[in-house]
């Protein structure tokens, strides 16, 4: 076999790998780990069982890619635009960690809550998430990764909080007044957050004075949903 040929082989392989994942990712959306068997995914996905174990080895390392599939989407969508400004990154930060629990619920709580059972590989692809989400918004907000214990404890209180709101959120029900029987609109949850953030970032400039907070603009903040007390953007 020729080098073109290896390639061209090599980018089917990926190619079929990849879309063994994406029918997974709608596969443990709608059901759970355990009910779901190879045979099952196999039926389901079209393909021979043989083919699942020869890309994945066994069912739970076809879960773990899964996972970790969803991870690299998320932290893509939360850590994106980096040529943004500071401020602007954090916001894009929120907005694209919000866009992806919403559109990707089921991989979002797996991700959260340690998926089956809380399985320490589960897990320790959760904590990287968080490691590198308190990084993204420790650079758009101090412009750099690695910031003092203190300050990068609070971050991650808050991203916790984070978590747990977004968690609640999605499973809100969409429809129904704001605030009563329906659930705030990614926008204006969006906009709470950030004003939570910058309470925290405000806190962490009293503690670590070498962190202080974004700059606050000039006058009064706009209407309810306005993204400026982070932004800077009236």
């Known amino acids: 076999m020729n080098n073109s040929q290896q390639r061209g082989s090599t980018l089917r392989s990926q190619t079929r790998r990849a879309e063994l994942i994406a029918i997974g990712r709608r596969l443990f959306a709608d059901t759970s780990y355990d009910a779901l068997s190879m045979d099952d995914i196999a039926k389901q996905a079209g393909v021979a069982k043989g083919l699942i174990y020869y890309y994945f080895t066994s069912k739970r390392g076809y879960y773990l890619a899964i996972v970790e599939d ?23 930060t929120i907005e ?21 059972g809380s399985d320490a590989e589960v897990l320790a692809i959760r904590d990287a998430v968080r490691e590198e989400l308190v990084a993204a918004i420790a650079e758009g907000a101090y412009g750099r990764r690695e910031i003092p214990p203190i300050a990068r404890l609070a971050l991650v209180g808050w991203l916790a909080a984070v978590e747990g709101t977004t968690l609640e959120w999605i499973a809100a029900p969409a429809d129904g007044a704001d605030g009563v029987d329906g659930r705030p609109d990614r926008d204006r949850l969006g906009a709470l957050l950030v004003r939570q953030l910058r309470a925290t970032l405000t806190v962490i400039g009293e503690f670590v004075p070498e962190c202080p907070p974004p700059p606050l603009p000039e006058g009064p903040f706009g209407q309810a949903d306005d993204l400026a007390p982070v932004t800077g953007r009236a």
């Open 70 to 92: 969803s991870v690299a989407e998320l932290v893509a969508r939360a850590g994106g635009d980096t040529d943004l400004p500071g401020v602007e990154r954090v916001r894009r």
């Open 96 to 116: 694209g960690y919000l866009a992806y629990a919403e559109h990707h619920q089921a991989a979002y709580r797996t991700i959260v809550t340690g998926g089956v």
